[in-house]
């Protein structure tokens, strides 16, 4: 579409062990777009979540344990997950408050930066501006726009579908926008500098080296209260912003 052209654009999606970002996993990824040339992107991955995925998610979109089997876990695929989101123009359908979240916590229990993408479209949030009549699930609104989506809740289909999606909604909103894509662009510029807002973090600073790897921070502090105070100094292996995030969060 006219305005986006230079751009990585990709429709993007996430399967999980649950709803909660600091408890649950991803266990699929998908990417479904174009790079700055035009050339076609599909990449679509299992993931090892590390725990079980309950037999609840299961019946949602339809991967089991047997299915995770083999697969590298996060930590392992962080870095050509990072290469895909650097600076790409990510599309997603309640990517904002869900996928997002997903990955900032991903990186955060990796104790690595989380990839900067150039912006973040939510058509949920754009379907929601434009007033768009009916239900904004991504079924429904596929189903209005005459978008075939017949695995829904599986990445790559959820993915593609969204992209499409935004195609749809710009062209029949345009006069909402007018040829203002530039603009729609950097209101939605990702700036958000590591990981999620401050209060959905709570006790899920996860620590990833070191004797005490796994553990949350705070956990840290009240079992080893040295062990803690030399995470803040100069000498750990953290970043200072890393340092000062958990400072802001955990001792002011």
Known sequence: MEGFSGFKVLGFDTETTGLDPRKDRIVQYAFVGVDEDGGKIVIDSLVDPCMAIPPSSTGVHGISNKDVEGCQPFKEQAGIIS??????????????????????????????QPPSPHSIIDTLELARKFRIPGRHKLGSLCKKYGIVLDRAHSADADAAATLVLLWKMLDEYSDLIGNDVAGL????????????????????????????????????????????????????????????????????
């Not at 950097?186 to 958000?192: K, L």
């Not at 070191?210 to 292996?237: H, N, Q, V």
Request: with cysteine; glycine share 10%.
């Open 185 to 252: 662009l950097q209101s939605n510029q990702s700036n958000d500098g590591f990981g999620p807002d401050n209060g959905e973090i709570g006790d899920a600073a996860i620590i990833s080296f070191g004797k005490y790897s796994g553990l949350a921070f705070p956990k840290i502090m009240s079992l080893d209260p040295k062990y803690s105070d030399w995470l803040l100094s100069k000498s750990s292996p953290l970043t200072e912003e890393h340092r000062l995030r958990l400072k802001t969060l955990f001792l002011d």
């Open 83 to 112: 290469e895909i989101i650097d600076g790409a123009v990510i599309v997603g359908h309640n990517v904002k408050k869900f996928d997002w979240k997903f990955v900032e916590m991903e990186y955060i229990r990796c104790g690595l």
